[in-house]
């Protein structure tokens, strides 16, 4: 029986999962809409998981997670890698293009821009409270346009004369598309100018002050719109490379790091049970108390497993520390 590392990116619009061998190939792959509730996304993407893999051929040796519920989900899935979104989008980046100088990432709600250098992320940068430069901008804006999103990159390559659309935040950017529209601008124009809003938006926000250098690969949800994927190429000037499973980067990266640990682990993890599917169908609760042990008076989550507490986190002193039954 083969190992395998299994990564988890849990975000705030969509939740997506990997599972890799050892010498980094993917071979199960999911990802679906957090809908507010990142603890039943996750057990509905390690399900998806379970299903895809051969288990007569495959045991999950280690689990790694990411996202802004990594320390959620990486209690319920016992992680033994919890780690953030720019550490794991560099790791996966960097496997697959060892040569990257500058990653650009557009997701649903947020959007960075990494810096690298031989292999290694030495600068970076996330966007501001401005959704006008993330998916969630582009979905709100179809839907006023009466078009599906996943339409916005085809209905964008047939346009001639992109129209200029205020790139600076959301509302100026709204304003603008409905003035468009009100004077008769060819959809596809619209369209096109709003792919290039969110490049711009961009590029005069989270990459401001950046030195953007080739090549430069293009991730997140966003990345699969090939109209903003011209819109960056016309205003870097270069090439920007996507991958097939560039949306799944953070998760693929953090699996890496998951393999990287069990490694070094050696005997102890090739020792250790392998991780179960059946987390999947256990009821995971999070309770937050105050501890009013001293003057700081802490909010601490708690996390619960059929009843269980299995991992706490938030005391800024020892004795707001929680007994749990496993970490």
Same mark, same amino acid.
Request: aromatic residues 6%; contains cysteine; proline residues 2%.
């Given at each position: 029986?083969?190992?395998?590392?299994?990564?988890?990116?849990?975000?705030?619009?969509?939740?997506?999962?990997?599972?890799?061998?050892?010498?980094?190939?993917?071979?199960? +792959?999911?990802?679906?809409?957090?809908?507010?509730?990142?603890?039943?996304?996750?057990?509905?993407?390690?399900?998806?998981?379970?299903?895809?893999?051969?288990?007569? !051929?495959?045991?999950?040796?280690?689990?790694?997670?990411?996202?802004?519920?990594? +320390?959620?989900?990486?209690?319920?899935?016992?992680?033994?890698?919890?780690?953030?979104?720019?550490?794991?989008?560099?790791?996966?980046?960097?496997?697959?293009?060892?040569?990257? +100088?500058?990653?650009?990432?557009?997701?649903?709600?947020?959007?960075?821009?990494?810096?690298?250098?031989?292999?290694?992320?030495?600068?970076?940068?996330?966007?501001?409270?401005?959704?006008?430069?993330?998916?969630?901008?582009?979905?709100?804006?179809?839907?006023?346009?009466?078009?599906?999103?996943?339409?916005?990159?085809?209905?964008?390559?047939?346009?001639?004369?992109?129209?200029?659309?205020?790139?600076?935040?959301?509302?100026?950017?709204?304003?603008?598309?409905?003035?468009?529209?009100?004077?008769?601008?060819?959809?596809?124009?619209? &369209?096109?100018?709003?792919?290039?809003?969110?490049?711009?938006?961009?590029?005069?926000?989270?990459?401001?002050?950046?030195?953007?250098?080739?090549?430069? &690969?293009?991730?997140?949800?966003?990345?699969?719109?090939?109209?903003? &994927?011209?819109?960056?190429?016309?205003?870097?000037?270069?090439?920007?490379?996507?991958?097939?499973?560039?949306?799944?980067?953070?998760?693929?990266?953090?699996?890496?790091?998951?393999?990287?640990?069990?490694?070094?682990?050696?005997?102890?993890?090739?020792?250790?049970?392998?991780?179960?599917?059946?987390?999947?169908?256990?009821?995971?609760?999070?309770?937050? $108390?105050?501890? !009013?042990?001293?003057?700081?008076?802490?909010?601490?989550?708690? &996390?619960?497993?059929?009843?269980?507490? $299995?991992?706490?986190?938030?005391?800024?002193?020892?004795?707001?520390?929680?007994?749990?039954?496993?970490?």
């Amino acid at each position: 029986m083969k190992d395998a590392y299994l990564g988890l990116d849990t975000g705030s619009i969509s939740t997506k999962g990997v599972i890799v061998t050892e010498d980094g190939s993917i071979v199960a +792959r999911s990802y679906l809409w957090t809908e507010g509730n990142p603890t039943d996304a996750a057990q509905r993407v390690v399900r998806e998981l379970g299903d895809q893999l051969d288990q007569d !051929a495959y045991r999950v040796r280690a689990v790694g997670t990411t996202g802004s519920a990594r +320390r959620l989900v990486g209690a319920m899935l016992g992680a033994r890698v919890v780690k953030n979104e720019i550490t794991a989008h560099a790791v996966g980046t960097t496997r697959l293009h060892p040569d990257v +100088r500058t990653i650009l990432e557009i997701g649903g709600q947020d959007s960075k821009i990494i810096c690298v250098d031989g292999g290694i992320a030495v600068d970076y940068a996330m966007n501001t409270l401005c959704a006008a430069g993330t998916g969630s901008f582009l979905s709100s804006q179809a839907h006023r346009l009466g078009l599906e999103v996943e339409e916005f990159g085809d209905i964008a390559l047939t346009s001639k004369r992109p129209a200029n659309i205020a790139a600076r935040c959301t509302v100026f950017a709204e304003s603008d598309l409905v003035h468009k529209i009100q004077v008769g601008y060819p959809r596809e124009d619209i &369209v096109a100018g709003l792919c290039k809003a969110v490049a711009m938006n961009y590029l005069n926000n989270v990459g401001k002050g950046k030195r953007i250098v080739a090549p430069v &690969v293009f991730q997140g949800g966003v990345s699969k719109n090939a109209g903003v &994927v011209r819109a960056f190429e016309d205003a870097l000037g270069m090439p920007v490379l996507v991958d097939a499973d560039g949306h799944l980067m953070g998760a693929y990266g953090v699996a890496l790091l998951a393999a990287d640990a069990a490694a070094e682990d050696g005997a102890m993890a090739a020792n250790a049970e392998p991780f179960s599917f059946d987390v999947a169908s256990f009821e995971f609760k999070t309770r937050e $108390i105050e501890c !009013a042990k001293c003057a700081n008076h802490c909010e601490v989550i708690c &996390v619960y497993q059929d009843g269980e507490i $299995i991992d706490s986190w938030g005391n800024r002193c020892d004795k707001g520390a929680v007994k749990v039954g496993r970490r």
